[in-house]
């Protein structure tokens, strides 16, 4: 692989330069970089670890079926109609590249099992991924570009995600306004990986840029006070990168200027406050991709060193009978998603309101749960409103803790104060998050990941065979052909529970 270097004085998109010092716009930049990329490669780290991030995206994919959303969003898009161009995970009729990767994408994010890039708090893999494969399979693109693509849809996600993360400020300002920058971000770089796919030059790459920001958008509240929108978003982010790489093809332009412009996206979104040097910064020879978390636990990603530090007193031989009073001690801008209204975080009705929930999330560690700590059949609507750990969540408290805001949002840390019914004061500091580069999962773990969400859905030999193929999907030449175990799974279990 050949390392890009972006030289100022050139005009890499082939248009007019708008830019204030005269030289390439954002956008423009990073087409060229994408050019780039598609033709040269990526560094053998990053190739595995998209290989390994697909495979982690298909495997969420299989596991959200056990949601009635998911149902409602693909019986959605088989109402949609169209030309058989991609396949749907779990849905044997094939449909347009667009409604695919908008399918798969609400699948991989409505578990809120996807990976995270830290710090900028971006889920950057179940957008870019599902729309990649969608087009991909529409294009008859190889395995290798496929890989380059994804790699680079999610270094555009994620340095455009950190171009709006404040350092003074210790947060993203996505979040701050109640943006989803998953969602926004993650648009942008879906239409960054599905232009490289269907062939656009650097030029295009940027019109695609300008015309997915006309697309991108995502709200949180939901976090906040329960609704199933968020699960959508990622559908919606690739279906939109998609979308405007294929109207690029027709002849739709975007502004050059798309991203640092008076009315462009960051003053859009961000009033204008974001930090350019974190999109072109050693462009091309740093790379975010293997150093993104992945998820141990289904959960929101704030919530799982509470997960630890609940498995970590169950250790220690405490039972829930001994609990008294717990305070968990988190970040502080963190407490409005995992700890308030507290007393809705306390009684979650559904297992996806408990994926929000810090006393959730200590009482799941406390009583321990599957897979690699606590797993899908732990967020169930059932153990929501189970009364004995309804009992044991009224003891819980969530509050800003200051040897957390020091670390965060490097790490998502909780500091757990315990009090036994004896008056003895228990502590455990979880500092760094599993499954990051402090404490990374071994491959075999990941593995278990894979197979328990699969489990029951694909025989342990498809599952066998889909990962060896996807963890060496660069040298795919069939995309459908790899995809394919994945569109019917067991008729006993198609439908499946609801979380």
């Not at 898009?77 to 399918?103: C, W, Y």
């Not at 995600?161 to 648009?187: C, K, P, R, W």
Request: proline share 6%; aromatic share 6%.
């Amino acid at each position: 692989m050949s390392t890009y270097s972006p030289a100022p004085e050139a005009n890499p998109a082939g248009n007019p330069t708008y830019a204030a010092d005269g030289g390439p716009t954002l956008a423009q930049q990073l087409g060229a970089f994408a050019a780039h990329v598609a033709a040269h490669g990526v560094p053998d780290d990053v190739r595995s670890s998209v290989n390994q991030r697909t495979l982690d995206v298909l495997g969420l994919c299989v596991a959200a079926h056990r949601l009635p959303t998911s149902a409602a969003a693909i019986g959605h898009v088989l109402d949609q109609g169209g030309h058989p161009q991609a396949t749907v995970v779990g849905e044997s009729t094939r449909v347009n590249a667009a409604q695919a990767a908008f399918a798969n994408g609400v699948l991989a994010h409505s578990l809120d099992y996807d990976d995270t890039h830290l710090p900028s708090v971006l889920h950057p893999s179940a957008s870019i991924v599902p729309a990649a494969l969608a087009a991909a399979e529409h294009a008859g693109a190889s395995g290798e570009l496929t890989v380059r693509a994804i790699a680079v849809g999610i270094e555009v996600a994620v340095r455009l995600g950190m171009a709006g993360y404040d350092a003074e400020l210790g947060n993203s300002v996505f979040f701050e306004h109640g943006q989803h920058a998953t969602s926004i971000t993650g648009a942008m770089g879906s239409s960054v990986a599905a232009s490289m796919i269907y062939g656009l030059d650097a030029g295009g790459i940027a019109d695609a840029l300008g015309i997915t920001a006309s697309m991108a958008a995502g709200v949180i509240e939901a976090n906040r006070t329960g609704g199933t929108v968020k699960r959508l978003h990622c559908g919606v982010a690739a279906q939109a990168g998609v979308t405007a790489a294929q109207l690029v093809r027709r002849g739709f332009t975007g502004p050059p200027t798309v991203l640092e412009g008076r009315f462009g996206f960051f003053q859009a979104w961000l009033h204008g406050q974001f930090f350019p040097t974190a999109i072109t910064e050693d462009l091309g020879t740093a790379w975010s991709v293997p150093g993104i978390f992945f998820k141990p636990y289904p959960a929101n990603h704030f919530t799982h060193t509470t997960v630890d530090a609940g498995r970590a007193f169950r250790e220690r031989g405490i039972t829930p009978e001994q609990v008294a009073k717990v305070v968990v001690g988190v970040a502080g801008s963190t407490v409005r998603t995992i700890g308030e209204p507290i007393e809705v975080k306390r009684t979650p009705e559904t297992g996806y309101q408990a994926q929000f929930s810090g006393p959730y999330a200590f009482a799941a560690g406390l009583l321990g749960g599957g897979g690699l700590g606590t797993s899908l059949d732990d967020y169930s609507d059932t153990l929501a409103q189970d009364p004995a750990r309804r009992e044991l969540m009224a003891k819980v408290d969530v509050v800003a803790d200051e040897k957390c805001n020091e670390i965060f949002p490097f790490q998502f840390p909780a500091v757990v104060t315990l009090t036994t019914a004896d008056g003895e004061v228990l502590v455990e500091e979880v500092l760094a998050n599993r499954g990051g580069p402090a404490r990374p999962l071994t491959d075999d773990e990941l593995a278990t990941k894979f197979r328990d969400n699969v489990a029951g859905r694909l025989s342990p030999e498809t599952a066998g065979a889909v990962s060896a193929d996807v963890l060496d999907l660069h040298t795919a030449t069939d995309l459908a052909a790899v995809l394919k175990p994945l569109s019917t799974f067991s008729p006993a279990v198609n439908q499946g529970e609801s979380l």
